[in-house]
Every structure is written in structure tokens, then in C-alpha cells.
């Protein structure tokens, strides 16, 4: 499924998202940049050993924020980590902190000027956030910052793992373009 914000399109698909051909991958990180499991464990798993090196002297991130690294042996030229809040710790401040993920993550790819970046589903494994509830949040950041800031990007895809994950973010993508 996909839908245009302007010059980008913006596109939900299913797949695995350390073989994607973009400008950079998001992942989805902790604090510390130092490798976990989920995504953030298969990116550096395809990356390989130069990614951690790289994230150890950046030295960590605050949730909601966002780091550029190198991509190495990913297609991607670069990693952007980013750290989702988690749901049962976060509570009342876990949609704005997961909208903020988003939004500094596309921040730092409209600062490199990259053209295409594909995201996971951030927050929605081990972080526990509903994933009906995450796709709104998620779908809404990207859409207000591409319409809204100003950018080059022409590619904003969601690589959703499973047909779960996929679907909540084809129902929220259709909720918010009928708004
Ligand atoms: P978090 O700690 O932010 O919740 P996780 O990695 O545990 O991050 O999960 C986030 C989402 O990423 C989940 O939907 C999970 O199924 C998905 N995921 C795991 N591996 C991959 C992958 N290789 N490509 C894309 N998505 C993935």
C-alpha cells in the first residue's frame, strides 16, 4: 500500500528491513547504541562489527532522539538509531516520545539530505507498545513532517515484519488519509 505526501511517496510493505536499497535504515534502538535484540540485533548482524565500533563512540542516545552512523555492509549507506519509548514505563509520555523518534529520525535524514529512508516498527517488540496504537502515532509524525519541514525526500517506506504489524499500519494509513 502506498500514498503521496507531496513529492514523497509514502509506502508500507513487508519484508525485512536490513536488505533494504535506501539512503539510510532506521533502527530501532536502545539507549545505549550497543546492539540488542530485535531489528536493532539483525541490523548489526548485517552490518557487521564496524557498526558497533562506530555507535560506541557516538555514546549513546535519549529516548525520542536520533543518531547517524555509517551503513557498511548494509545497502543502506546509513544507519539512523533512534530510541522508541517503552509502553509500560513510559505511559502517559510514550505517544509523544514515539512521535518525536520519528520525527528526529526524518530530522537528521533531511539534515545528511537523503532521499530515501525505510523504518521499522519502532517500539513494538520488546517495547511493548500496541501496534494498532504505535501505527497512528507513527503514520502521523511522518505524514506532518513531510508535510510540514522542509526536505528532499522522495521515498518514506515502513518495512513491517510480519502481516500483523502490516495490517495495523495499512488500517491506520487508511484512517488518517480519509481524515
Ligand atoms: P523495540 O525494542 O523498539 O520494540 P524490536 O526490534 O523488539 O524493537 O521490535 C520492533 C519491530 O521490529 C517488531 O515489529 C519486530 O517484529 C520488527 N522486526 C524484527 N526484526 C526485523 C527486521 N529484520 N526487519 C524489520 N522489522 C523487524
Known sequence: ???????????????????????????????????????????????????????????????????????????????????????????????????????RSLEVAAAHNLTSVAFPSISTGAYGYPVRKAALVALGAVIDFLSKQPHRLTLVQFVLFDDKTLAAYEAALRELVEA
Open 1 to 103: 500500500m502506498q500514498t503521496q505526501i507531496g513529492q514523497t511517496t509514502l509506502e508500507l510493505v513487508r519484508g525485512d528491513i536490513t536488505g533494504q536499497d535506501v539512503d539510510a535504515i532506521v533502527n530501532a534502538a536502545n539507549q545505549s547504541l550497543l546492539g540488542g535484540g530485535g531489528v536493532d540485533g539483525a541490523i548489526h548482524r548485517a552490518a557487521g562489527p564496524d557498526l558497533l565500533a562506530e555507535c560506541r563512540a557516538v555514546g549513546g542516545c535519549e529516548t525520542g532522539d536520533a543518531k547517524i552512523t555509517g551503513g557498511y555492509q548494509l545497502k543502506a549507506r546509513y544507519v539512523i538509531h533512534t530510541v522508541g519509548p517503552i509502553y509500560f514505563i513510559h505511559l502517559g509520555n510514550a505517544p509523544r516520545l514515539l512521535g518525536s523518534a520519528y520525527r
